[in-house]
C-alpha cells in the first residue's frame, strides 16, 4: 500500500476524514467503516415476511453518509417508499480477525442511537431479483448517527427502551433485550468476514414499526442512556 509523505503529491484533496461528537468531551470519534446488520429483531422479521431462522448478514454504507444530530436528511432520488429504521450503534475501538464472543466487547468504545434509512422498493426490487441489496441501503444521507457514549460512561446495553417518533408520534418502540443476536455475537460474526479496526461503527438491527417518510417529517430516535438523534427530512 502507498503511504503518503511529503514526498507524495495527490492529484487532487483527499476526502475529508468524518468524525462523531463523543458525549461528554472535546475529543471526537474519527469513522473507518460503516457495517450494518439485516434481520435483527424478530417482529421485524415477522412484518417483512423474511426468513426467522437466518443468521446475521451484513452490508454496508459509506462514511460520509452519515448525518449529524439536529441536521437534515435530504429525501433521495428513484424512491416512493423511504423509511426510517432506529438502531443501535457500535462503536469500536480495536478489533481483528475471528474475534471470540467471550472477548468482543473487550473491542468496543461506546455506543449511540442511529438511523439506517432505506429505499424500501428499491431493496424489495433487488430482493426479488437475487441481486445485492446496495441501492436501497447505501446512498446520500442514509447513516445518521448520534453522539458516541463510551462503554466507561453507559456499560454495555443489553436491554433498554429503544424507541423512534416521526412529528411527534411512536412509530418504532421496542427493547434492545428483543435483539436476536446480542452485539458480542454479532462483532464475532462480522469479524469472521472482514477485519475490524478502530473506527468501524455497527448498526445492529431494528425493531418493527418501520415506515414511510415524507419531506418535512421530523425523526426522533431515542435509546436509553444514550440520548436522542434529532433528524428532518428535506
Not at 57 to 63: I, L, Y
Not at 175 to 180: E, G, P, V
Request: contains cysteine; charged residues 25%; hydrophobic residues 40%.
Amino acid at each position: 500500500m502507498i503511504k503518503f509523505d511529503d514526498t507524495a503529491k495527490s492529484v487532487f484533496p483527499a476526502p475529508e476524514p468524518v468524525f462523531l461528537p463523543i458525549n461528554g468531551s472535546s475529543q471526537l470519534y474519527p469513522v473507518r467503516r460503516i457495517y450494518c446488520v439485516g434481520r435483527n429483531y424478530l417482529a421485524h422479521i415477522r412484518e417483512l415476511g423474511n426468513d426467522e431462522r437466518e443468521p446475521p448478514f451484513f452490508f454496508s454504507k459509506h462514511r460520509d453518509m452519515i448525518v449529524q444530530n439536529g441536521e437534515n436528511c435530504a429525501y433521495p432520488a428513484l424512491t416512493k417508499d423511504y423509511q426510517h429504521e432506529i438502531e443501535l450503534v457500535v462503536a469500536m475501538k480495536s478489533g481483528g480477525m475471528d474475534i471470540p464472543v467471550a472477548r468482543a466487547l473487550d473491542h468496543v468504545y461506546g455506543y449511540a442511537v442511529g438511523l439506517d434509512m432505506t429505499r424500501r422498493d428499491l431493496q424489495n426490487r433487488m430482493k426479488e431479483k437475487k441481486l445485492p441489496w446496495e441501492i436501497g441501503k447505501s446512498f446520500e444521507d442514509s447513516a445518521p448517527c448520534g453522539a458516541i457514549y463510551p462503554v466507561a460512561q453507559v456499560g454495555h446495553p443489553a436491554k433498554g427502551r429503544i424507541h423512534l417518533t416521526v412529528n411527534g408520534a411512536t412509530k418504532q418502540d421496542s427493547d434492545l433485550a428483543q435483539m436476536i443476536w446480542n452485539v458480542s455475537e454479532i462483532i464475532h460474526h462480522l469479524s469472521i468476514q472482514a477485519e475490524i479496526k478502530a473506527g468501524d461503527l455497527i448498526f445492529t438491527g431494528t425493531p418493527e414499526g418501520v415506515a414511510a417518510l415524507q419531506c418535512g417529517d421530523r425523526m426522533v430516535a431515542r435509546i436509553d442512556t444514550l440520548g436522542e438523534l434529532s433528524v428532518t427530512v428535506v
